[in-house]
Nanobody
Framework: QVQLVESGGGLVQPGGSLRLSCAAS????????MNWYRQAPGKERELVAA???????????SYADSVKGRFTISRDNAKDTVSLQMNSLKPEDTAVYYC????????WGQGTQVTVST
């Protein structure tokens, strides 16, 4: 069955960096687009970054305006992982971050907490 397992969250000071990883299994990872979402307390879940499949338009990426220039999504098809490098973190980046893919239906990871605070 499809499984998505996130890791790498934690507490970081403003201006710091974190790298999130999502280990995928149970489907053909290289043929699947992958997304990172986040949900802050009291807010709706929002799309943060997306990367296409290798068979799409060559692993192209897109980002929410709020994270452009600070976050980078990447994939390793040999290891079936997708990562999110987050730099210059701000308190407003505090949220639970989720890995997502569609494979006949929506699949979500369990989420990993990112807290940006002094």
């Amino acid at each position: 069955q499809v499984q998505l397992v996130e890791s790498g969250g934690g507490l970081v000071q403003p201006g710091g960096s974190l790298r999130l990883s999502c280990a995928a299994s149970g489907f053909t990872f290289s043929k699947s687009a992958m997304n990172w979402y986040r949900q802050a307390p009291g807010k709706e879940r929002e799309l943060v970054a997306a990367i296409t499949s290798v068979g799409g338009i060559g692993g192209s990426t897109s980002y929410a305006d709020s994270v452009k220039g600070r976050f980078t999504i990447s994939r390793d098809n040999a290891k079936d992982t997708v990562s999110l490098q987050m730099n210059s973190l701000k308190p407003e980046d505090t949220a639970v971050y989720y890995c997502y893919t569609w494979n006949g239906r929506d699949y979500w990871g369990q989420g990993t907490q990112v807290t940006v605070s002094t």
